[in-house]
């Protein structure tokens, strides 16, 4: 994949569609090699690559750099994950898993309660969708979960007073990421991943034909 003809609209949009449920790269490939880029191409291909490859990773990083932060404020650390949350629901492939796993656990207590979770039905037109089939969760729109926990991540932030240091220490995480993905030199594997990615993307528009 060319990654310096990719914008960052296309990034945002790959990163909201991946698949997340796959476990964080390993530690060691993760700190293996590290270059100065040496143009702005090369740097802003090489960050594009490395946010997308090392996602899980730097997620990891930065909730972490964050509970590093609040270690000795627990309502801030509960404010964190709750803010991980909302970003979380961001994404497709955990919206889905997550909605999937919650009404599988349902359904062992109450089939009834499971069967008012599933997603409205999408109505098909010749055939096809009549628009993209939106993600739901419990049976509610996904939005209605990123309201909820932004709110509460918010109330929680106000009440712990830690606005100041949520700041500081989101500053610090995101410059450890944008750090670390511009001097990681991009592997073989990386760039074999994102082309196998590129293929089960094409092949699932082609099976939604």
Same mark, same amino acid.
Do not use: Q, Y
């Given at each position: 994949m060319d990654w310096s003809a990719v914008t960052a609209e296309d990034l945002v949009d790959a990163l909201r569609e991946v698949d997340w449920s796959t476990p964080p790269r390993p530690v060691p490939e993760f700190f293996s090699r590290f270059t100065v880029p040496r143009s702005y191409s090369k740097w802003t291909s090489r960050l594009k690559c490395n946010l997308y490859y090392y996602r899980t990773n730097y997620f990891i990083l930065i909730m972490f750099i964050l509970g590093m932060g609040f270690l000795w404020k627990p309502v801030a650390i509960l404010a964190?994950?709750?803010?991980?949350?909302? &970003?979380?629901?961001? +994404?497709?492939? %955990?919206?889905? $898993? %997550? +909605?999937?796993? *919650? $009404? #599988?656990?349902?359904? !062992?207590?109450? @089939?009834?309660?499971?069967? !008012?979770?599933? @997603? =409205? &039905?999408? @109505?098909?037109? #010749?055939? #096809? =969708?009549?628009s993209k089939r939106s993600i739901h969760i419990c049976g509610r @729109? #996904?939005? *209605? %979960? *990123?309201?909820?926990?932004s709110a509460v991540s918010c109330i929680l932030w106000l009440t712990s007073c830690s606005l100041l240091t949520v700041l500081w220490a989101l500053l610090i995480a995101l410059f450890a990421t944008v750090l670390h993905a511009s001097l990681r030199t991009p592997n073989l594997k990386a760039r074999l991943n994102t082309f196998r990615e590129e293929f089960r993307a094409v092949w699932r528009n082609y099976s939604e034909l």
């Open positions: 964190a994950f709750m803010t991980g949350f909302s &970003i979380a629901f961001l +994404n497709d492939s %955990f919206a889905v $898993t %997550f +909605n999937e796993k *919650v $009404t #599988r656990t349902v359904r !062992k207590f109450s @089939p009834h309660l499971a069967a !008012k979770m599933r @997603p =409205p &039905i999408t @109505p098909v037109l #010749r055939g #096809r =969708p009549s @729109p #996904r939005w *209605v %979960f *990123v309201l909820f926990f």
